[in-house]
């Protein structure tokens, strides 16, 4: 139930987690049981979402994390992934 999975326009995945790893979020590219592996998800590719210009981020929440927490990822993503839109 902590879990969650997000696409955002974003050409190179592996950049973006780097990028909201210097933000302070340290996040995954594909479930935890295929960490360390190089292969897009099976299941993100079976449901069709893998598409051209769309990086996969899984976020996962603790008992510890606060709305705060939540609001500043938020923040932090659309400021990485769409810096145009985080203008507004």
Request: proline share 3%; net charge negative.
């Amino acid at each position: 139930p902590g879990t969650a999975q997000f696409l955002v326009p974003f050409d190179d995945e592996e950049m973006l987690i780097l990028a909201l790893d210097r933000a302070g979020y340290a996040v995954s590219a594909g479930s935890a049981c295929a960490a360390g592996g190089h292969r897009r998800s099976h299941v993100l590719e079976a449901m069709g979402v893998i598409h051209s210009g769309l990086a996969s981020v899984r976020v996962s929440l603790g008992r510890s994390n606060t709305a705060a927490d939540v609001d500043g990822f938020a923040a932090a993503l659309a400021r990485i992934a769409c810096p145009a839109e985080s203008v507004r």
